[in-house]
């Protein structure tokens, strides 16, 4: 989707606009023109390190991802610069196919393709990986807080099956999230102030260096929100460090280190009507329990690369440890390990006139958790009731080759077998118990793939694939809550298989990335909320569909506004989200909306920058109609837009500011929920309120 031309009143505002920024340009340092851009960009990338054995350049791995048969996104960080960066909302609101919703602090909705889609707390059917390496707990249940948008370099978006080659099979995915070493940082040492609008101050700084065989780069940042809503108080501190060495001309080891501690108040939901009439109050009895999410996570993981002939390994190893405090409708703790080693071999040569690459990779990874419970007392342990332990352990082994059939036409095919095992033991209030229980599920699988990938002209690329994929339940899943106590639940496992069709390129000042995508899902895990103090209640549905257009598009209208060769640009973007999610003959819901998502997602941005470092960025972020709130298609949230403004500009000697403005009309909205079975039955408090209006501003100094 574009929008038309602006009209003569618009082309004077904006001609307003250029005028006004060249006061504030003649006090800018000039800065070198942006390089051409890459061959199928979606942002703009400027790679200026030559990268190293365990992490490649910036264009290298852009080049790599856009090798793939299917449906992926990249997003140098390095683009993100111009806006306050509180959560990975602000990293991931502009890729086409990811859903962001905002809930409070660092927690979000994330989901691609209806991955999650009726959880209303934290990530399913999504594998997160930093740097390569899985950052999710062994049973696949993962959460955002660990991720720090201020410390990332790169992200590498796979959707559905075409995560693969990394080793992950479920229904949305994986994101790599990809930290910078002392070759591919920006600059040797950053630091980044930023505050605002609720209490928001946010610390950065980052140094790095190269010693002969020898590097490191160390990030460190702190944030404190008060929130806009009562109750929402939050502070982070997290730490990212990496060393590596090289051990030959084609041989490297790096170290991750990672330190992260979260303290975060929870808001809790609303009813529709307090969502949208009084946004900012906390849920009923919020503050009474002292809800609050406290957690302290290490990890500590290595990658080695070594060059083998015409292949190369790479050996991933992960320890990660996590304690959890968490006060809700009780008060769950978690304090256990989780580890993995991950072997991963890729090859290209040719079988005569025909160039073959290979990808085939293993990861064994497990974890052990103590899991108990607590009467909730103001925020504090009461009397226990329930002490539990939760092991996982997985097994996989995957394989993809690509096969070029002409030098522009690509045949893909691959699979993956899994295990997956589930034990939990129940010692009840203490251990000892005589109503002690053990419970065990096992979980396996082969999930293929087949696929195209044509390149007709240089700089377009049209890719097909059919792929299956198998989402595991978690311990959240499979231990429910009824009443007062906990049950194992032992349900199946998620299968579906899905097709899509899509393109990627660029001609000429028109940049694209669309896809079309239809999955047939069985055993889909679906939730309810039972009461706005007990968590959700997860089941197997029988069959649904999900199908959806993922669509991002940027066209430059125009160039040289002010004067002939001035080097300024104005650039029009726009992504859209269209997704069909729903049941198919079920013997309750019939062909029902699966509840979650709205059903179109657009995000407009018109840009103007100029070569100076000056720039300017009005946003719409639009959502027509909302989504469905109930299994029963009795309720949808309002529909709603969002007017939004940036500008900023690199000053000398490695100085940049930037104005972050928000929801400029304070417009007031849901942003998200968490479904039920029948909102018309009984009254519904499931609703988080949108945050209202607010500015914030930062400043970023490199050398």
């Not at 996989?396 to 993956?416: I, Q």
């Not at 009309?665 to 929920?673: E, G, I, L, P, S």
Request: aromatic share 10%; net charge neutral.
């Amino acid at each position: 989707m574009f929008i038309p031309s602006p009209a003569p009143c618009a082309r004077a505002a904006w001609r307003a606009v250029l005028t006004a920024s060249c006061c504030v340009g003649a006090y800018a340092q000039p800065s070198a023109p942006a390089p051409e851009a890459p061959a199928l960009p979606t942002v703009t990338v400027t790679d200026t390190e030559p990268g190293s054995p365990t992490v490649p350049s910036v264009t290298r791995q852009r080049e790599a991802i856009e090798q793939t048969a299917g449906s992926v996104g990249f997003i140098d960080n390095a683009t993100l610069l111009d806006r306050y960066q509180a959560n990975l909302h602000d990293v991931l609101q502009d890729a086409p196919g990811v859903v962001t919703q905002n809930r409070y602090g660092q927690e979000l909705r994330l989901s691609i393709r209806g991955s999650g889609i009726a959880r209303g707390y934290h990530v399913r059917g999504i594998e997160l990986l930093q740097d390569g390496i899985p950052t999710n707990l062994a049973d696949g249940s993962g959460d955002l807080y660990e991720i720090d948008p201020m410390s990332l370099r790169t992200t590498e978006i796979y959707k559905g099956g075409n995560a693969l080659g990394l080793g992950a099979s479920t229904l949305g995915g994986a994101i790599n999230f990809a930290t910078p070493t002392a070759y591919t940082a920006l600059a040797p040492t950053i630091v980044q102030v930023s505050g605002g609008s609720f209490g928001h101050v946010q610390t950065s700084g980052q140094i790095s260096r190269v010693t002969g065989d020898l590097d490191w780069l160390a990030n460190l940042t702190a944030s404190h929100a008060d929130g806009w809503r009562a109750h929402e108080t939050g502070n982070y501190g997290q730490f990212n460090g990496n060393l590596g060495y090289r051990l030959g001309p084609s041989a490297e080891t790096r170290f991750y280190l990672g330190i992260y501690a979260t303290n975060q108040l929870l808001p809790g939901t609303l009813s529709l009507a307090d969502a949208l009439g009084h946004p900012r109050q906390a849920g009923a009895g919020i503050v009474a329990q002292n809800q609050a999410r406290d957690m302290r996570v290490q990890r500590l993981a290595n990658r080695t690369s070594v060059a083998l002939g015409d292949g190369r390994l790479d050996v991933n190893s992960w320890l990660i440890h996590t304690d959890m405090f968490h006060p809700i409708f009780q008060v769950l703790t978690t304090n256990g390990d989780t580890w993995g080693v991950a072997p991963r071999f890729t090859r290209a040569w040719h079988m005569g006139t025909r160039r073959n690459e290979m990808t085939l990779g293993a990861r064994v990874f497990g974890g052990s958790y103590e899991a108990r419970r607590f009467v909730n007392q103001g925020g504090a342990a009461g009397a226990p009731t329930l002490d539990a332990r939760q092991k996982a352990l997985n097994v996989e082994a995957y394989l993809e080759n690509r096969t070029f059939v002409t030098p522009r036409l690509a045949l893909v095919a691959g699979v993956k077998a899994l295990r997956h095992d589930r034990d939990y033991i129940n010692h009840g209030v203490r251990p000892g118990n005589p109503d002690a229980a053990s419970d065990r599920v096992a979980y396996s699988g082969l999930n293929p793939k087949i696929g195209l990938l044509w390149e007709p002209r240089e700089h377009v690329q049209v890719f097909a694939n059919l792929t299956r994929s198998q989402d595991v339940p978690d311990f959240t899943d499979l231990t429910q809550t009824f009443g007062a106590a906990s049950r194992f639940v032992p349900l199946a496992s998620q299968r579906a298989w899905t097709a899509e069709i899509g393109t990627r390129g660029q001609h000429g000042p028109l940049r694209w990335d669309a896809t079309y995508y239809r999955s047939r899902v069985r055993g889909e895990m679906l939730q309810y909320t039972t009461d706005p103090t007990v968590p959700a209640a997860t089941f197997n549905a029988g069959r649904t569909l999900h199908q959806g257009i993922e669509l991002g598009a940027s066209l430059t209208l125009a160039r040289n506004l002010v004067a002939e060769n001035a080097g300024d640009r104005l650039e029009l973007s726009q992504m859209w989200n269209w997704s069909d999610f729903r049941f198919q003959g079920d013997p309750q819901h019939g062909g029902n909306a699966i509840p979650g998502l709205p059903r179109h997602v657009l995000r407009t941005a018109l840009s103007y920058t100029r070569a100076d470092g000056f720039y300017a960025t009005p946003t719409l972020d639009w959502v027509p109609g909302g989504a469905w709130v109930d299994y029963a298609n009795t309720m949808r949230t309002p529909g709603y837009a969002l007017l939004g403004l940036r500008f900023g500009a690199a000053l000398s000697d490695g100085l940049s500011f930037y104005v972050d403005l928000r929801n400029l009309t304070n417009r007031r909205y849901v942003a998200d929920f968490a479904p039920v079975l029948n909102a018309a039955a009984a009254p519904v408090s499931t609703f988080y309120s949108g945050t209202g209006r607010s500015i914030h501003a930062g400043m970023r100094y490199q050398f």
